[in-house]
T-cell receptor, first 108, second 111 residues
Framework: AQRVTQPEKLLSVFKGAPVELKCNYS??????LFWYVQYSRQRLQLLLR??SRESIKGFTADLNKGETSFHLKKPFAQEEDSAMYYC??????????FGDGTTLTVKP | DAGVTQSPTHLIKTRGQHVTLRCSPI?????VSWYQQVLGQGPQFIFQ???????GRGNFPDRFSARQFPNYSSELNVNALLLGDSALYLC??????????FGPGTRLTVT
């Protein structure tokens, strides 16, 4: 069975500091991994997916199959990055598994 | 386009009752997924439907069922409600399998 673990429930950094939100997964097949973000009073939305290898709003995430990790990083956090972040895994059987989320607070 | 819409917004039911939640996907999206989100946890996958057929199912009891209509809208049905079914139910639609667009959710309270 697949599993996604986000070890930090809460993460607080100062504006301009680097931030890393951790995500570890377990899945025997070839996973598709995603980061979703939910800003205050807004809907859950896709931030990025590992296949696209894009940088969205300054965030990047690299899939490390050896460590089964997909950590989300940003070199200089901004106050508007404060939100709830979810890591998610899709299997080729059409099933999605989400982690329990990390609440990021960027302090001025 | 208003995005994914869900109805109702809030719902209060009694244990043992039945509930139907509705979801309208973004125009052109043929895939709809349902999730249950309990406070403090991430969304838990219930079902995915694509072109009116079930494509994926999570670890939920048979009391949970869903269907997708020819216009790609979808219903989630839950029978014999339990207190533990109280949660936010999210619907997401997608054109391709990976980019899901979420609705605002339906808050179900079972008393």
């Amino acid at each position: 069975a697949q599993r996604v673990t986000q070890p930090e429930k809460l993460l607080s950094v100062f504006k301009g500091a680097p931030v890393e939100l951790k995500c570890n997964y377990s899945y025997s097949g070839s996973p598709e991994l995603f980061w979703y973000v939910q800003y205050s009073r807004q809907r859950l939305q896709l931030l990025l997916r590992h296949i696209s290898r894009e940088s969205i709003k300054g965030f990047t995430a690299d899939l490390n199959k050896g460590e089964t990790s997909f950590h989300l990083k940003k070199p200089f956090a901004q106050e508007e990055d404060s939100a709830m972040y979810y890591c998610a895994l899709n299997t080729n059987a059409g099933k999605s598994t989400f982690g329990d989320g990390t609440t990021l607070t960027v302090k001025p | 386009d208003a995005g994914v819409t869900q109805s109702p917004t809030h719902l209060i039911k009694t244990r043992g009752q039945h509930v139907t939640l509705r979801c309208s996907p973004i125009s052109g999206h043929k895939s709809v997924s349902w999730y249950q989100q309990v406070l403090g946890q991430g969304p838990q996958f219930i079902f995915q439907y694509y072109e009116k057929e079930e494509r994926g199912r999570g670890n939920f009891p048979d009391r949970f069922s869903a269907r997708q209509f020819p216009n790609y809208s979808s219903e989630l049905n839950v029978n014999a409600l339990l207190l533990g079914d109280s949660a936010l139910y999210l619907c997401a639609s997608s054109l391709l399998s990976y980019e899901q667009y979420f609705g605002p959710g339906t808050r179900l309270t079972v008393t």
